[in-house]
């Protein structure tokens, strides 16, 4: 999946644009690795496949006790929490991973990672009716390009259609989505305080939901899950510090390592490689994706 939107900080940073890269990289090979472990976990290479439902619930249950940890660590000074946008980020963001833990159980991890980097040209189109942006014919064309290269790699014949990449589809919108919610909260509150919220509150949504097709985890699975959890707050702590350390437009581009890691797991753990149909595809996506951050650069630029 692609690395979680980030708010803005609020507080000074030193800057250093070479730390900035290393950290979103690094963010990039943890969140790459928590969908390698919800394959592992959705298949049954662990045990018995657990349902995506269960996998969402860990991943929240353990990211919330990591950064747990670490709030009564550091005890940070709180603010008053802005509660409804914290509910639609966490909601859309919730049923934005359980969507992807169930695609990549079922589709090559480049396919379903390619196809989440859809989530900003979901996000851009919602900003239309939501945000009442403005959207030129150039942010257009990228999202127009980016849609052709997700066409392509749902493989649409009879012979070859993956039902399976609709799901990786839908994780994308709702990303996307979650991303119109992020932006509003931006700048309001701190960062630590921004994950510890929406962690909070994923984890009451995925303990409900999680009811109906709980069943025992291997140990085994309670590991990967935990890892999972535990990897995903990481990757959190490190994308909100990239982006404090470095200008967006530079340091964002480096999440697109996230596809290169996700194909590599997926080599050397499964044996799955990209073919040419996932390349192009992929490629297409990337290209458009590509466009839209240039043109945002130079829109901030300019502004």
Not at 188 to 215: C, D, K
Request: a positive charge; aromatic letters at 8%.
């Amino acid at each position: 999946m692609t690395a979680p939107a980030h708010p803005n900080v609020t507080t000074q940073t030193p800057q250093s644009a070479m730390l900035a890269a290393a950290l979103m990289l690094s963010a990039t090979a943890f969140i790459a690795a928590t969908t390698l472990l919800a394959k592992a976990l959705g298949t049954d290479v662990l045990g018995p496949a657990l349902h995506p439902l269960q996998i969402s619930h860990g991943r929240f249950l353990f990211a919330f006790l990591g950064i747990s940890t670490v709030l009564a660590l550091r005890r940070p000074r709180l603010t008053r929490p802005a509660w409804g946008l914290h509910l639609g980020r966490t909601s859309f963001g919730w049923a934005g991973v359980t969507l992807m833990f169930a695609a990549v159980a079922y589709i090559p991890l480049a396919d379903a990672t390619a196809i989440s980097f859809l989530n900003p040209v979901f996000a851009m189109m919602l900003a239309v009716p939501l945000l009442r942006e403005q959207v030129g014919p150039v942010r257009w064309l990228a999202a127009g390009i980016a849609l052709a290269g997700a066409l392509i790699l749902l493989r649409p014949t009879p012979d070859s259609f993956q039902p399976a990449a609709l799901l990786a589809l839908g994780a994308a919108m709702m990303m996307g989505m979650e991303v119109i919610f992020i932006k509003r909260l931006s700048g309001r509150e701190r960062p630590l305080q921004i994950l510890f919220i929406n962690n909070a509150m994923g984890l009451t949504i995925a303990s409900v939901a999680v009811i109906a097709v709980w069943q025992p985890p291997s140990a085994a699975q309670w590991g990967a899950l935990a890892a999972l959890g535990l990897l995903m707050a990481c990757a959190q702590a490190f994308f909100v510090n990239a982006m404090a350390r470095g200008d967006a437009s530079f340091v964002a581009p480096f999440s697109y390592a996230t596809l290169v890691f996700a194909a590599l797991y997926d080599a050397l753990i499964f044996g799955v490689r990209p073919d040419a149909v996932s390349l192009i595809g992929a490629g297409v996506i990337l290209t458009g994706a590509a466009i839209l951050a240039w043109r945002e650069r130079r829109h901030r630029t300019r502004a």
